[in-house]
């Protein structure tokens, strides 16, 4: 049966990720795409994995199989891309699963190459093709793309070789709606759609959650069926390594919901594995409904309350587009309530935002509010880093949160080393000999993060003493949701003698506390308040988080000095029912 007919009746299942799950089973020690010679059954393996879990159609292991990636002559990577495709069709032969053609994307920047034009990358593009289809292969799955140039041309020549070819091209669209190089949903969509593919389609640089608030737009801006692929979650970066959680159960719910909005090929990428298709089959096999458009009504927040007596500082993340307004207009209603202290992210989970260091600036400026700004190491090296500390200081700023950073999970083979120059306890050290050298009559005071959830708190306390060494005098937490977590506060006060605020972030729906529970590293939360959430009208569970986070906090101030408090979303609402239950 080809491709084109299955749709019409069918939900098609893709394989997860390769990269990510040849790395669990076998190591980084290598490119994944040379395991196509050098370790063929290795790569036998995953694809066969991948079809017990129920997958009918398998991704060849070609993703990077490009020159410029590989950095390899043509003979070797089109050897690599001949045995790839073999590999999937001896999988995929007498068990009715299609074999797909997998293209990844070409960086515009190789270290042997130097920079790669548009030209460059097409001409690749197209003797990947012609061995493709030398191979025989009828259905190609471009993926990952952050652009429809040179992508759009690719295709069009892939179709002029081979009319009857099935293309399938899938984008990475970040949390913020953009492609890593900075094109909006809409723009990308939109000139997409008047290229000659046949699917359009989202994988990679977002977990569930996110992928299906893009697929919801998406739907609406182009008629051609949609696939879906999402991470498993957003990446953690321990020793180096990017880890995904393992969220099964979730991670099939929320294809489920993805599939209800009408998408017609579902699958995984990144930290995905045979586990996670295996449960998106048995959905599939139990039939998925159309959702309906209709949303629930929501009462309106009240925004009266005052700051109860206690130390706080209030998170707000920095705009995401253009215009303060709306910002501004919620530091001005956390003022009215009592709030004097505003602490200002940078970017979490990777997610482009206004620069915190000059959003300070305004907000001192005109609400006269304190400000703590987050300086994160992601994708600055040393020199950008100095940089913005100087400009911080002759701002008028004191006072800086130094942290590591989220990685961004912009693709399937991110080197995370190339992103991270330092990490949070070397930029405390770099900033405390800036200090020496050039603030030191008036110094900028320097705080850290400490994680009392790690699953190996001695090393995090060992870090935190490190931390705490080279200049760090205050610690703000990671949200906190166990008992455990508060008696590892005692445990560090104990240790080090320094200031602790506890990190309180209140869950605010039943779809929020899932997405923290199985998409953002480092938070577990508790199953009886994810019980009670379930069990929970939508109306009432906001309420729900917000309580559980006051007896959270108020427990963690037998130990902590005072409250780090976060605002999902950025909701006042969250903080004013958080002041007002804390006072009953």
Same mark, same amino acid.
């Given at each position: 049966?080809?491709?084109?007919?299955?749709?019409?009746?069918?939900?098609?299942?893709?394989?997860?990720?390769?990269?990510?799950?040849?790395?669990?089973?076998?190591?980084?020690?290598?490119?994944?795409?040379?395991?196509?010679?050098?370790?063929?059954?290795?790569?036998? !393996?995953?694809?066969?994995?991948?079809?017990?879990?129920?997958?009918?159609?398998?991704?060849?292991?070609?993703?990077?199989?490009?020159?410029?990636?590989?950095?390899?002559?043509?003979?070797?990577?089109?050897?690599?891309?001949?045995?790839?495709?073999?590999?999937?069709?001896?999988?995929?032969?007498?068990?009715?699963?299609?074999?797909?053609?997998?293209?990844?994307?070409?960086?515009?920047? !190789?270290?042997?190459?130097?920079?790669?034009?548009?030209?460059?990358?097409?001409?690749?593009?197209?003797?990947?093709?012609?061995?493709?289809?030398?191979?025989?292969?009828?259905?190609?799955?471009?993926?990952?793309?952050?652009?429809?140039?040179?992508?759009?041309?690719?295709?069009?020549?892939?179709?002029?070789?081979?009319?009857?070819?099935?293309?399938?091209?899938?984008?990475?669209?970040?949390?913020? !709606?953009?492609?890593?190089?900075?094109?909006?949903?809409?723009?990308?969509?939109?000139?997409?759609?008047?290229?000659?593919?046949?699917?359009?389609?989202?994988?990679?640089?977002?977990?569930?959650?996110?992928?299906?608030?893009?697929?919801?737009?998406?739907?609406?801006?182009?008629?051609?069926?949609?696939?879906?692929?999402?991470?498993?979650?957003?990446?953690?970066?321990?020793?180096?390594?990017?880890?995904?959680?393992?969220?099964?159960?979730?991670?099939?719910?929320?294809?489920?919901?993805?599939?209800?909005?009408?998408?017609?090929?579902?699958?995984?990428?990144?930290?995905?594995?045979?586990?996670?298709?295996?449960?998106?089959?048995?959905?599939?096999?139990?039939?998925?409904?159309?959702?309906?458009?209709?949303?629930?009504?929501?009462?309106?927040?009240?925004?009266?309350?005052?700051?109860?007596?206690?130390?706080?500082?209030?998170?707000?993340?920095?705009?995401?587009?253009?215009?303060?307004?709306?910002?501004?207009?919620?530091?001005?209603?956390?003022?009215?309530?009592? &709030?004097?202290?505003?602490?200002?992210?940078?970017?979490?989970?990777?997610?482009?935002?206004?620069?915190?260091?000059?959003?300070?600036?305004?907000?001192?400026?005109?609400?006269?509010?304190?400000?703590?700004?987050?300086?994160?190491?992601?994708?600055?090296?040393?020199?950008?880093?100095?940089?913005?500390?100087?400009?911080?200081?002759?701002?008028?700023?004191?006072?800086?949160?130094?942290?590591?950073?989220?990685?961004?999970?912009?693709? !399937?083979?991110?080197?995370?080393?190339?992103?991270?120059?330092?990490?949070?306890?070397?930029?405390?050290?770099?900033?405390?000999?800036?200090?020496?050298?050039?603030?030191?009559?008036?110094?900028?005071?320097?705080?850290?993060?400490?994680?009392?959830?790690?699953?190996?708190?001695?090393?995090?306390?060992?870090?935190?003493?490190?931390?705490?060494?080279?200049?760090?005098?205050?610690?703000?937490?990671?949200?906190?949701?166990?008992?455990?977590?508060?008696?590892?506060?005692?445990?560090?006060?104990?240790?080090?003698?320094?200031?602790?605020?506890?990190?309180?972030?209140?869950?605010?729906?039943?779809?929020?506390? =899932?997405?923290?529970?199985?998409?953002?590293?480092?938070?577990?939360?508790?199953? &009886?308040?994810?019980?009670?959430?379930?069990?929970?009208?939508?109306?009432?569970?906001?309420?729900?988080?917000?309580?559980?986070?006051?007896?959270?906090?108020?427990?963690?101030?037998?130990?902590?000095?005072?409250?780090?408090?976060?605002?999902?979303?950025?909701?006042?609402?969250?903080?004013? =029912?958080?002041?007002?239950?804390?006072?009953?």
């Amino acid at each position: 049966m080809l491709i084109k007919d299955y749709l019409k009746n069918n939900i098609l299942l893709t394989d997860g990720a390769f990269g990510t799950y040849y790395a669990l089973k076998y190591g980084h020690d290598s490119v994944c795409e040379r395991a196509n010679i050098e370790n063929p059954d290795r790569v036998l !393996s995953i694809h066969d994995d991948y079809i017990r879990a129920g997958a009918k159609l398998l991704r060849t292991n070609t993703f990077a199989a490009n020159k410029f990636t590989l950095d390899s002559d043509d003979e070797k990577r089109s050897e690599i891309i001949r045995k790839g495709y073999e590999l999937a069709e001896r999988s995929a032969d007498g068990k009715k699963v299609f074999v797909a053609a997998d293209i990844g994307p070409i960086s515009s920047i !190789s270290e042997s190459e130097g920079e790669i034009s548009n030209e460059e990358k097409l001409e690749e593009y197209k003797k990947i093709i012609d061995v493709f289809l030398e191979c025989g292969a009828g259905i190609f799955i471009f993926e990952t793309m952050d652009s429809t140039v040179p992508l759009s041309a690719a295709v069009s020549y892939l179709k002029s070789r081979k009319k009857e070819a099935f293309v399938i091209c899938q984008f990475a669209l970040l949390p913020d !709606s953009h492609t890593g190089s900075g094109i909006s949903l809409l723009e990308l969509i939109k000139d997409a759609d008047n290229m000659e593919a046949d699917v359009l389609g989202l994988n990679c640089a977002s977990g569930p959650i996110h992928v299906l608030k893009h697929i919801r737009r998406v739907r609406k801006l182009t008629d051609k069926p949609l696939s879906a692929l999402p991470n498993a979650s957003y990446p953690e970066r321990i020793e180096d390594r990017t880890r995904y959680s393992r969220n099964e159960k979730y991670f099939a719910d929320i294809a489920s919901e993805i599939l209800s909005e009408g998408v017609k090929i579902i699958g995984g990428c990144c930290g995905t594995t045979p586990g996670h298709i295996k449960l998106i089959a048995d959905a599939i096999e139990k039939g998925i409904k159309l959702k309906s458009d209709k949303k629930p009504d929501v009462k309106e927040e009240s925004l009266i309350a005052a700051v109860p007596n206690i130390d706080l500082y209030v998170e707000i993340s920095p705009p995401l587009k253009s215009s303060t307004k709306g910002f501004v207009n919620k530091i001005e209603k956390l003022k009215e309530m009592g &709030v004097e202290n505003i602490t200002l992210p940078d970017s979490p989970l990777g997610k482009a935002r206004m620069n915190p260091i000059i959003v300070s600036e305004l907000v001192r400026e005109k609400l006269d509010v304190n400000t703590l700004v987050h300086l994160c190491c992601r994708d600055r090296n040393i020199t950008a880093l100095r940089s913005d500390v100087l400009a911080a200081w002759a701002l008028g700023l004191r006072k800086l949160l130094c942290v590591t950073g989220d990685p961004v999970a912009a693709g !399937s083979r991110d080197n995370i080393k190339s992103v991270f120059n330092l990490t949070g306890t070397r930029l405390i050290e770099l900033i405390s000999h800036m200090n020496s050298e050039f603030f030191e009559s008036d110094p900028i005071e320097l705080f850290a993060a400490v994680d009392f959830s790690a699953p190996n708190f001695d090393v995090e306390l060992r870090r935190a003493k490190e931390k705490a060494h080279v200049g760090a005098g205050t610690f703000f937490s990671q949200p906190i949701y166990s008992e455990r977590a508060i008696l590892n506060i005692k445990r560090l006060k104990e240790e080090l003698d320094t200031k602790v605020y506890a990190g309180i972030l209140p869950p605010v729906s039943y779809r929020n506390a =899932q997405f923290l529970n199985n998409e953002v590293p480092g938070i577990r939360l508790p199953d &009886v308040l994810l019980e009670d959430f379930k069990n929970a009208e939508i109306n009432q569970q906001q309420t729900v988080g917000v309580k559980f986070s006051v007896d959270i906090a108020k427990r963690a101030l037998e130990f902590a000095d005072g409250i780090y408090l976060m605002l999902p979303f950025g909701k006042i609402g969250v903080a004013a =029912q958080f002041f007002n239950l804390y006072d009953k």
